[in-house]
């Protein structure tokens, strides 16, 4: 506890809380139906005609959402709420939290899918206009509405030695205005929470609005009974990661014909991205896409890197450490020919990311043409695709970026139809394809 904290008010806090807490209602109840709730029709092109999305516990006759902001984090603020820090009904001052950069509004924020009567709306998992609450909802904040962003725009400056590596070697050029003199790198960079439109959710994984609600409900515990007692109720909020979107290069220019786009979609692996671990590619592709947006911004164009919470290809990073030892305590050793069937041992599926939301915040962005897509991965690909925006190239990872530990990924990938202009080895060549030992 810091040595400054008023330990009065976190007492008087408290009693408060607890006092607010001490009689609990089910919200799931049909009693609670409330009568001062905003209508949400999602993908209306007026702000104010969608409406506003009110996921707030500070007056529950407002809430039109199922869940609560900030996802994962939920659990961290119900703790401080209960240990006294955090007053029940804090409502964020927003003054001066506005987009540093603005984004949109892009028709695709509104547009549907692949024809008006399939009714496929381009966004479902994501709020268009979580950054801008304040401004497009300030009626509703008159009135009274605890309405929270979902999204937040920020400016900065990244320091890697990856990329300070590229520049003295001359692949990259220090300009002054996207590399600096001191070699930082100036980038606007974006959270993004999700927010499900759950009708939505369900038609792009072709199950019903009951399926996902009922699936939700039981996978999660019981969490959200809404989800099965409430079914006016739209939107759900989900305890899930965010997303981060890191831009180059001058942002009005997302989505302009003529503009080339630069792109890398890269989903979460901590002891990669962050500890470098070399059982994998993922920091190594990750700063190659940084790079190749970069020398894009530097073209006149626009680079983006989207970089999603999905550690171990959504399984959790538990369940991926437990494969990494599978693998390696295998009969034979860690092999690329039985790369994906010890993760399906351990997982009960090979990969649990269904790229099939990720390309909504490529379409919050307005990107409809991606010049070079750094991925090899056909899910990614096919989910783009799919969703409307054309892919003119895609970009593998350099041979020798990929560390040796990693050949057993990269391989085992290629053989399942990543994208490569290599050979692709067969099942006797996979076997030879050899890791470490978990004591090496």
């Known amino acids: 506890m810091a040595a400054n904290t008023d330990t009065s008010k976190i007492k008087e806090a408290r009693e408060h809380n607890q006092e607010r807490y001490s009689h609990v209602v089910l919200t799931s109840h049909p009693a609670q139906i409330r009568h001062k709730t905003t209508p949400i029709q999602w993908g209306a092109q007026n702000p104010m005609e969608r409406g506003p ?15 609560t902001h900030s996802g994962s984090y939920t659990v961290y603020r119900a703790l401080a709420t209960a240990a006294g820090f955090l007053p029940a009904e ?17 028709a695709s924020w509104w547009a549907t899918g692949k024809s008006e009567a399939a009714g496929s709306h381009k966004l479902v998992s994501i ?37 300070n590596d590229a520049i003295a070697k001359g692949r990259l050029k220090v300009d002054g205005k996207i590399i600096l003199e001191s070699l930082d790198v100036n980038v606007t960079k974006a959270a993004v929470d999700p927010v499900w439109y759950l009708p939505g959710v369900a038609e792009r ?42 831009l180059f290069g001058d942002i009005s220019k997302l989505g302009k014909d003529g503009v080339k786009h630069t792109v890398r979609v890269h989903d979460e692996c901590n002891g990669s991205d962050v500890f470098g671990s070399d059982i994998c590619t993922c920091r190594p592709y990750l700063v190659h896409g940084i790079e190749e947006a970069i020398k894009t911004a530097q073209e006149g164009g626009v680079g983006a890197i989207v970089y999603y919470r999905k550690e171990g290809r959504a399984l959790g990073e538990v369940t991926k450490f437990l494969v990494y030892n599978a693998r390696k305590r295998q009969q034979g050793g860690d092999s690329a020919a039985t790369y994906f069937h010890r993760t399906e041992c351990v997982a009960g599926v090979q990969d649990m990311r269904f790229q099939e939301l990720m390309p ?58 990543y994208f490569t202009k290599d050979k692709v080895l067969d099942q006797a060549d996979l076997a030879k394809v050899k890791g470490r030992a978990l004591d090496e």
């Open 360 to 417: 909504d915040v490529l379409h919050w962005l307005g990107i409809k043409k991606i010049d070079r897509l750094v991925s090899m991965s056909d899910m990614k690909y096919n989910a783009i695709t799919g969703s409307g925006i054309e892919v003119v190239e895609r970009v593998s990872i350099p041979d020798e970026m990929i560390p040796k530990d990693a050949q057993v990924e990269m391989e085992a990938k290629k053989a399942a139809g």
């Open 205 to 246: 994984f072709g199950i019903t609005e009951g399926e996902l609600r009922k699936a939700l409900f039981h996978e999660t515990g019981g969490m959200f009974p809404e989800l099965v007692t409430r079914h006016d109720l739209k939107v759900f909020l989900p305890p899930i990661g965010s997303t981060s979107v890191y």
């Open 127 to 163: 709020d268009p206009w979580g950054a801008v609450v304040a401004d497009v909802f300030k009626d509703y904040f008159v009135q009274g509405y605890d309405i929270r962003p979902t999204i937040a725009v920020t400016k900065a400056h990244i320091s890697m030695f990856e990329l």
């Open 90 to 106: 804090h409502r964020p001052d927003l003054t001066n939290t506005a987009p540093a950069e603005p984004i949109g509004p892009h």
């Open 53 to 67: 999305v009110v996921a707030t516990l500070t007056n529950i006759d407002h809430r039109n959402a199922i869940g």
